[in-house]
């Protein structure tokens, strides 16, 4: 286990399925301009003043494992005083879950480099870039990874996404997701590819990696270009959600997603806080819950809770069934009741 307790390609929108979360455009995440013919239709929203009443109360804790891999390339931050340590104004939080292919360099070099970038701006284009300078000094640094951070300010929530690590909410029980797996072979992936000049094989991108935005992977020919263009982004996805009655989030790498879906995550680690209240435990528990049904990837995991307070226990309304009988089914009982009185 590893823990280290101290970004968008213009694509298409997040699904503004769920109840709050809106799709945002942060300096500390992205620049501009765009990638040529992609947009993307987007609130612009900046943290609202902290001047509101709620203001979460903030205790996480991860966990990863290198499953059946091996090697470990997974790694993880959980920050609960980030500001703070940084001399900076106002409560803030900051996690990211770092899934590393290709070998471990890019996510050691990022997780080192991108809570510096995250006061600035544009900071995973800049770790991006620096990550390549690294590469280009030191060949045998050549590697890649996906990242998603999460970054707490007041009751704001901003959930920047690179690739197929995910963040899920949960709000009464309920799992909001904040994040949309950036796996190359969703056709809407495809479309932001081909329009970058790239292409799909075997539903990898240019035949190479399962992942549409990905930090690093400067060796792979075709994949980026120096003007930070090109079929593989590095400029994350974003997303706000003002926190009010959410009890915790949940990051993870895809070993956790891929034998999960989002409520399973959420209604195990919510049975496990009411039982024990401890973030760690609850991460332990998942991660050995994903061995058990066979992930075969690196497994890391943190818990983010917001409230001080024991989650609630959830009591579920039970619904009036209303029956009836269809018109053959009243034939068929009237001829039986007919044949009863022969």
Same mark, same amino acid.
């Given at each position: ?22 799709? !945002?455009?942060?300096?500390?995440? +992205? ?6 013919? &992609?947009? @993307? %239709?987007?609130?612009? *929203? ?115 996404? !690179?690739?197929?690590?995910?963040? +899920? ?6 799992? &909001?997701? @904040? %994040?949309?797996?950036? *796996? ?159």
């Amino acid at each position: 286990m590893e823990e280290h307790r101290l970004g968008g390609g213009e694509r298409p929108p997040i699904p503004t399925a769920a109840r709050r979360p809106v799709l !945002a455009r942060h300096a500390s995440f +992205v620049r501009s301009p765009a990638k040529p013919n &992609i947009t @993307m %239709s987007g609130t612009e *929203r900046t943290f609202e003043s902290m001047g509101a009443e709620y203001i979460p109360i903030v205790l996480s804790r991860g966990c990863s494992d290198i499953g059946s891999r091996h090697t470990m390339e997974d790694v993880y931050i959980c920050h609960d005083n980030f500001m703070q340590d940084f001399g900076l104004d106002g409560p803030s939080a900051f996690y990211v879950v770092f899934d590393g292919h290709g070998g471990k360099h890019a996510a050691d070099f990022v997780c080192r480099n991108l809570p510096r970038f995250i006061i600035e701006d544009e900071a995973f284009l800049q770790t991006n870039a620096a990550f390549a300078y690294a590469c280009s000094v030191n060949s045998s640094l050549a590697s890649g990874m996906t990242a998603l951070a999460a970054l707490v300010v007041g009751r704001s929530l901003l959930v920047a996404n !690179a690739g197929d690590c995910r963040a +899920v909410l949960c709000c009464h029980g309920k799992a &909001i997701e @904040m %994040s949309r797996d950036h *796996r190359s072979s969703c056709n809407r992936e495809k479309v932001c590819i081909e329009a970058s000049g790239g292409y799909v094989y075997d539903d990898r991108l240019n035949g190479q990696l399962n992942v549409a935005w990905a930090i690093g992977d400067w060796h792979m020919e075709g994949l980026k270009a120096c003007n930070g263009l090109g079929s593989l982004s590095a400029e994350p996805e974003v997303m706000i959600s003002n926190l009010t009655e959410d009890e915790f989030l949940i990051i993870g790498c895809d070993g956790i997603w891929d034998v999960f879906c989002s409520q399973n995550v959420v209604d195990s680690a919510r049975r496990n806080l009411q039982e024990h209240d401890d973030p760690f435990a609850c991460c332990k528990e998942l991660v050995n819950e994903a061995i058990k049904r066979k992930s075969l990837a690196n497994h890391s995991v943190v818990v983010v809770c917001f409230n001080s307070r024991p989650l609630p226990v959830l009591t579920a309304t039970r619904l009036r069934v209303q029956r009836s009988i269809s018109a053959e089914g009243l034939r068929e009982l009237q001829s039986f009741l007919d044949s009863s009185d022969d």
